[in-house]
RNA sequence: UGGGGCGUAGCCAAGUGGUAAGGCAUCGGGUUUUGAUCCCGUGUAUCGCAGGUUCGAAUCCUGCCGCCCCAGCCA
């Protein structure tokens, strides 16, 4: 257990119901529908109901809750499990669906009818609708509320042999068409639909509803408090209606907690899904989408993640958390983690007139200047160089402590060297820099103490890799496009820039995360890299607070 | 306008009658061959507002305001 730390309310519940002796173990579950990915909002859930249970040595169901075919999929299951596991966790042998107890169900729903607490009506979806009153006007019953036991259960038992098309029938609960809470007006718990299941096949054609199936499965399954978000909090009152009807051996406890929102991104499945069937993004876990998949193709650390929710806390207050959280998770995780390497994205040449033409040095670089375990590795210097665009300005400001005319600047782990000539092309726009470097000031050597401000990153042009890097920032321009009217107006045209990079030869291998030195996290992009053409997505940008000057200079 | 939920610093979040933890961000400063990391320091939070109870209120009471959710045969 893990005293002292500050728990939240659901946990102080759970531990409570464990020290009182309410429940001498705990189970959960976690019940996504397969009709999408998982998002960042689900690892809220996954660590919420998966975390506790371990905490306390209890355990969790993985189950998909899929009462709705046409809109599941064993992809979507597939895709589920690979993202669960991959972010830690495993439920054993506890894989299950709601439609693994649709014969209880079916039996429980007849057993609703025989006591005289669920009736077929036979209204059209559109009547029904109109029967049910308004926010502030009570509803009316259906002309078939007080139809017999005995011809709901006929009708009951034709709806599921099959006699009726889809919509002639629905059975629904009786409880109270005049509550104010709407989903206490006759629930629909049974509806006709012809159509195969992604898990049972050919076997049904009349499907329960989430309310009925939700915590019958949670009772099936012995489920002691099942978690969920504040949406469901109005049904929970219907959540509990049904375990009073039914009685069944073990009562669940629904607990609500609010989501997690994630600022400049959506977690909406209906969104997400049409961000990918409009090709606004390549698909699901397009390393721009906050889907789990996307995270893990991007190059986020599960931990990161993990860490990213636990600070999020769990409470029942809507959040919108800032993307830099999220960020600076994954930031912490991978400087400690990433190997560094030097890698150049908008290349601009440069060359050492004063540097033999044929030579060719190594310079040893470390891997990680705050963890020597990490060891070192030979970069090759020669004549000419790439280095980024960013790092030489010809009119610089005072504060620009990189390369500009006349001026020295540091190359990592190599030479000082002095800018000397700025060649530009027939358009005007540099081309090329003539340097000359200082013999003396080779990294490591002590042979000269001389300071210089500004330290660059560089890659030997006849030794460099070519690269394709894949530049990514959010997907919105609006902090909340979860309540955008109209997501497409707020998206961000620019949230993906695909540069031609220069890397050091290292890079070939194909490692994990790195760091690019003085640019950020990246990865080799696990679907298009190739080892002729290799493709890199970058994870997060390092901090920056020369940029941040820099903007802060634009806005005086 | 019925019902449910929520309001503590820019973003999260402890706190449950004894005088407002912590994290992230911000802003200073130090170290640094990554403008990174690391290290120090940095917040008059009218605890949504207004009354009330109390020696004492973020915590209790009353009234108000704001935001979110609910009228699927979706979950």
Redesign the pocket.
């Known amino acids: 257990m893990t005293d002292n730390e500050?728990r939240?309310?659901i946990r102080k519940i759970i531990y409570d119901d464990l020290e009182s002796g309410k429940h001498t173990g705990i189970v959960t579950r976690f019940p996504p529908?397969p009709n999408g990915y998982l998002h960042i909002g689900h690892v809220m859930a996954i660590c919420l109901d998966f975390g506790v249970a371990a905490e306390t040595g209890g355990k969790t169901f993985l189950r998909l809750?899929d009462?709705?075919p046409g809109?599941e999929s064993p992809e979507f299951v597939q895709a589920i499990k690979d993202d669960v596991h991959w972010l830690g966790f495993d439920w054993g042998d506890r894989l299950t669906h709601a439609s693994d107890y649709f014969d209880h169900l079916h039996e429980s729903a007849i057993r609703l009818i025989e006591m005289g607490a669920a009736y077929v009506d036979s209204?059209?979806?559109e009547a029904?609708?109109e029967h049910?009153g308004?926010?502030?006007k009570p509803g009316t019953n259906s002309p078939f509320r007080d139809r017999s036991v005995e011809e709901n259960l006929d009708l009951f038992s034709r709806m599921y042999a099959g006699e009726f098309a889809?919509?002639e029938h629905?059975l629904r609960a009786k409880i109270d068409m005049a509550s104010?809470?709407?989903?206490l007006r006759d629930?629909?718990i049974y509806?006709?639909r012809h159509i195969p299941h992604q898990n049972a096949g050919d076997k049904w054609c009349i499907y329960p509803?989430?309310d009925f199936a939700h915590g019958l499965s949670d009772a099936y399954e012995g489920i002691t408090h099942s978690l969920c978000t504040?949406?469901?909090?109005?049904?929970r009152p219907l959540y509990d209606w049904f375990l009073d009807q039914l009685k069944p051996e073990h009562r669940p406890r629904q607990i609500e907690f609010?989501r997690l929102n994630l600022a400049y991104t959506i977690t909406s499945k209906r969104k997400l899904k049409m961000l990918v069937d409009e090709g606004i993004v390549s698909d699901w876990d397009d390393p721009r989408m906050p889907t789990i998949s996307g995270m893990r193709r991007r190059g986020y650390p599960p931990e990161a993640l993990r860490e990213f929710v636990k600070?999020?806390?769990v409470?029942?207050?809507?959040?919108?958390?800032?993307m830099?959280?999220l960020e600076?998770c994954v930031r912490?995780t991978l400087?400690d983690s990433a190997p560094?390497r030097m890698a150049v994205l908008r290349p601009l040449k440069v060359v050492l007139t004063n540097y033999p033409e044929d030579q060719v040095e190594s310079m040893e670089a470390m891997n990680?200047?705050?963890n020597p375990d990490f060891g070192t590795r030979a970069l090759p210097f020669s004549r000419e160089l790439w280095i980024d665009q960013d790092d030489f300005m010809e009119e610089a400001p005072r504060?620009?402590?990189?390369l500009k005319p006349g001026g020295e600047v540091?190359l990592?782990?190599g030479y000082i060297i002095r800018c000397d000539e700025v060649i530009k092309n027939d358009a005007g726009e540099v081309f090329e820099l003539r340097c000359s470097y200082d013999p003396d000031t080779r990294?490591?050597t002590g042979k000269s103490d001389r300071k210089v401000k500004?330290?660059i990153h560089w890659v030997s042009c006849q030794h460099a890799i070519d690269a394709s890097v894949r530049l990514y920032d959010r997907l919105f321009n609006d902090a909340n496009p979860n309540?955008a009217d109209d997501f497409h107006s707020v998206l961000n045209a620019s949230s993906l820039e695909v540069v031609a990079a220069k890397l050091e030869p290292s890079l070939a291998a194909g490692d994990d995360a790195v760091?690019f030195?003085?640019l950020g996290y990246f990865s080799v992009d696990a679907q298009d890299s190739t080892p002729d053409a290799p493709v890199f997505n970058r994870i997060v940008t390092?901090?920056?607070?020369?940029a941040?000057?820099e903007k802060q200079a634009l806005q005086k």
């Open positions: 500050p939240d309310f529908e809750d009462t709705n809109k209204l059209s979806a029904i609708r049910r308004t926010l502030t889809d919509g629905v104010p809470n709407m989903n629930p629909a509806r006709i509803m989430y504040l949406e469901f909090e109005d049904h609010s600070r999020a806390g409470t029942k207050k809507d959040k919108l958390i800032e830099g959280a600076n912490e400087g560094r990680h200047p705050g504060k620009f402590f990189r540091r990592r782990f990294s490591g500004g330290t309540m760091q030195e003085r390092l901090r920056d607070s020369w941040k000057l």
